[in-house]
């Protein structure tokens, strides 16, 4: 009478090396998904820089209105882009007609909201106030005169011009002329003798 014989077991290598390759295997995936995680935090990065120019600083898409008139093609209201200068106006408005002074304004001269540009006609006089102070009506323009123009105002000497012009630099273009009083040493009676000597 025979016993049946016990199975053989399986080598103790062949467990050994089953058991090894299972081992090796999540050792790779886990060395894969380490490297997948250290690419993702040290992957280069696209610098963005935002130009912090003063017309940033106004708001994007800022506009002004500015009349144009004079010797120009097509005098009229126009609305520029903020910090526009005197030469986009006149190529807003058609450009010079034949009749122009070109040399009658300054084509580099920033322009304010609200402005009238003038273009003079050859042999006429052109409306401008000293400093680049182009006016509209006579008017001396508190956002672009330098401070010997502002000088000239009643009331304005070197010490209030300085004020007047490092407010401008420090809080951006004059609104309203009533914006002078906050200007050190402008009270209500120097603002009445200004008011009718100047814009914006």
């Known amino acids: 009478m025979s016993s049946a014989e016990p199975e053989p077991r399986a080598p103790a290598r062949h467990r050994l090396g089953l058991g090894a390759a299972v081992v090796l295997v999540l050792v790779a995936l886990a060395v894969t998904v380490g490297i997948g995680i250290f690419r ?30 004079g010797a120009v093609r097509e005098p009229g209201l126009y609305v520029l882009p903020d910090r526009s200068r005197v030469v986009d ?30 273009v003079p006609k050859k042999g006429e006089e052109a409306t401008v106030a000293p ?9 001396l ?18 010490a209030l011009g300085q004020r007047i012009i490092a407010w401008r630099d420090e809080n951006g ?25 100047v814009t914006v």
């Open 40 to 69: 993702g935090q040290s992957a280069p990065t696209q610098a963005v820089t935002i130009d912090q120019t003063p017309a940033a600083t106004s708001g994007a898409g800022a506009e002004i209105y500015v009349h144009v008139s």
């Open 89 to 118: 106006a006149v190529a807003a408005a058609g450009g010079f007609a034949k009749s122009a002074a070109r040399d009658g304004v300054n084509l580099a001269r920033e322009l304010s909201d609200g402005e009238q540009l003038v």
């Open 141 to 158: 323009n508190l956002n672009t005169a330098d401070q010997s123009a502002l000088e000239e105002l009643p009331g304005i000497g070197p």
């Open 173 to 197: 273009r004059f609104t309203s002329v009533d914006d002078l009083l906050a200007v050190s040493g402008i009270g209500e009676k120097v603002l009445a003798g200004l008011r009718d000597l």
């Open 131 to 139: 400093g680049g102070g182009v006016t509209a009506g006579g008017k």
